[in-house]
């Protein structure tokens, strides 16, 4: 486990090829040979992906506690050498750009190797009011996903595919 704080984006679109179908680098939620970011709840048992910049150190599968926002899964990559290295980035699904920004800054950051035993105590911790599940994966708000990208293909929201 190391704590630190680190600089925590936001962001509401795929960040691989092809643009906007929620794709990332590799997943736990697999369907047609394609991996795609999945938003949850934020407690320690449905996880939202996160993506790390190399810099991080961190490796795939790694749990991750953001104070304020909760749980993430590290499920994709950033390119290096961005902006505020190691860069945190969370998938926000539908949220607004004053959404973006609101979330994104400076934040403790706890992580946890996938071999290692996360502690009870831990596991109890959930995320904070900063993070809006139920907005972003309203029903309103997937509509205008869907609806806004001709690539569209699904996202996971608590390991579901929502078409």
Request: aromatic share 14%; no cysteine; hydrophobic share 45%.
């Given at each position: 486990m190391e704590t630190s704080n680190r600089y925590v984006t936001a962001y509401n679109y795929a960040d691989n090829s092809p643009p906007y179908t929620d794709f990332v680098a590799r997943g736990r939620h697999v369907t047609d040979g394609n991996a795609r970011a999945d938003i949850g709840r934020n407690d320690f048992s449905l996880p939202t992906s996160v993506s790390l910049s190399p810099e991080a150190g961190a490796a795939y599968g790694s749990r991750i506690f953001i104070d304020g926002y909760g749980w993430f899964l590290n499920e994709d990559s950033t390119q290096a050498g961005l902006a505020n290295?190691?860069?945190?980035?969370?998938?926000?699904?539908?949220?607004?750009?004053?959404?973006?920004?609101?979330?994104?800054?400076?934040?403790?950051?706890?992580?946890?190797?996938?071999?290692?035993?996360?502690?009870?105590?831990?596991?109890?911790?959930?995320?904070?009011?900063?993070?809006?599940?139920?907005?972003?994966?309203?029903?309103?708000?997937?509509?205008?996903?869907?609806?806004?990208?001709?690539?569209?293909?699904?996202?996971?929201?608590?390991?579901?595919?929502?078409?």
């Open positions: 290295a190691p860069r945190f980035d969370l998938w926000t699904a539908g949220a607004t750009a004053d959404e973006l920004a609101t979330l994104t800054g400076w934040f403790d950051v706890t992580i946890f190797a996938p071999s290692e035993k996360v502690p009870p105590a831990w596991k109890q911790k959930t995320a904070g009011q900063n993070w809006h599940y139920s907005l972003w994966t309203s029903p309103a708000r997937l509509v205008a996903m869907r609806d806004g990208s001709a690539n569209w293909q699904g996202i996971y929201r608590e390991g579901i595919l929502l078409t």
